[in-house]
């Protein structure tokens, strides 16, 4: 992978493909029109009540002018933790597809990759303890976990309305603020905490600038997180958006056995 950065924890942070070169907040309290910070806080309490939703995700990058952007597509439940995304690589510099789109597993501290490359059989998963991570699986899968998008605004701060807008023809209220990880994490869910409190030792800051939508009934629709982090050196700015709709879809996730996990060396 073209950024792989193992931390003092022994953490990958993953974005493009290698052939590239605050609380709980009430239900009345969590739709908008209140108090902004307080709405936005109480969007993941929302999202955990409304069940589960279709998901699509972008991963933008920027660093040393270079530009790469990675797509997914899938469903979350969000009671269970659990969902399924295809993650669709960036092409090579001679415009040709890289790598076959990777399949995810997101589930409570683990992320499952299946067509990970880099030496795994195509029939295997890899199996990774997101829990030990520099950015608490932030930006290391290609996709924020929706779950972690969305628990990320427990620790929303300085939120200001921006205003009301259409979004894929729904009417959503625009907020914008800072996110404190460690704040974030100390309030977030359990099955999210332990990969959180990671993030927030390992990100250089903690404030993440965000761009949240949500609905009139206080649904997360859409959030843009500003990560930056050091990579040998260098600065690297990345964009993850997330994008909720479909809820209620039924969402499966069958996690792999543990004789379909990968064990053997994994190649940089």
Known sequence: MVVQRYGRRGGAWAVAAAL?????????????????????????????????????????????????????EGGYDFRRRTGSLQIVLPKDAAGADGHRPITELLA???????NRGAGVPADKWVRVDTTTLDDGN??????????????LLRGAQRVTYVGEVDLAGVKVSHYRGVADIAVAARAASPQVRGSLAAAAKGFAKDAVPFDAYLDAEGRLRKVRHQFTFANKGRTVAVASTTLLYGFGTPVVVRLPSRADIYAGKITV
């Open 138 to 151: 932030l930006v290391t899968g290609g996709a924020t976990d929706p779950a972690a998008a969305a628990e």
């Open 108 to 114: 409570p501290g683990a992320l499952y990759m299946k």
């Open 20 to 72: 590239m070169a605050g609380g709980c907040a009430g239900p009345e309290d969590s739709k908008p029109g209140g108090d902004p910070t307080t709405t936005v806080r109480g969007a993941a309490e929302v999202l955990t009540r409304a069940g589960t939703a279709k998901a699509t995700t972008s991963m933008e990058m920027a660093t040393g002018g270079t530009r790469v952007t990675i797509r997914g």
